[in-house]
C-alpha cells in the first residue's frame, strides 16, 4: 500500500521561505512530485523530480522553489523561497513517472496547507 505524508506546511508572511518534505512508503517511484491547489482553481503541478535529479518547474515558481529528493529515505522535499500570496494554497505530494517531464500517478498524499500573508 503507496503511502505519502506531507509535512512543513503553515503560515509565513511575503518574501518568506518555507520547507515541504513528503515521506513515500510502500513503493520506490521513478519520480515523485508537488501539486498545488488554491481555492477556486484546478490542481497544478509544481515541481517534479526523477531518480537522476531531473527536474521541471512550473513557471511561476521558477527561480523560488527548488525540489529535491533523497533516494535514500525516499522523502522529497520542496524548498519555498521568496513566497508571494499567490503561492498560497494546499500542496499535495505525489508519485509518478518520467516522461519527458513529469507524469504523476494517482498517489497523493494529504495535502498540507502553505498560507502567504502580505
Known amino acids: 500500500q503507496v503511502q505519502l505524508v506531507e509535512s512543513g506546511g503553515g503560515l509565513v508572511q511575503a518574501g518568506g521561505s518555507l520547507r515541504l518534505s513528503c515521506v513515500a512508503s510502500?513503493?520506490?517511484?521513478?519520480?515523485m512530485g508537488w501539486y498545488r491547489q488554491a481555492p477556486g482553481k484546478q490542481r497544478e503541478l509544481v515541481a517534479g523530480?526523477?531518480?537522476?535529479?531531473?527536474?521541471n518547474y512550473a513557471d511561476s515558481v521558477k527561480g523560488r522553489f527548488t525540489i529535491s529528493r533523497d533516494n535514500t529515505k525516499n522523502t522529497v522535499y520542496l524548498q519555498m523561497n521568496s513566497l508571494k500570496p499567490e503561492d498560497t494554497a494546499v500542496y499535495y505530494c505525489?508519485?509518478?513517472?518520467?516522461?519527458?517531464?513529469?507524469?504523476?500517478?494517482?498517489?497523493w498524499g494529504q495535502g498540507t496547507q502553505v498560507t502567504v500573508s502580505s
Open positions: 510502500g513503493n520506490i517511484f521513478n519520480a
Open positions: 505525489n508519485a509518478g513517472f518520467w516522461n519527458g517531464g513529469y507524469v504523476s500517478f494517482n498517489y
Open positions: 523530480i526523477n531518480s537522476g535529479d531531473r527536474t
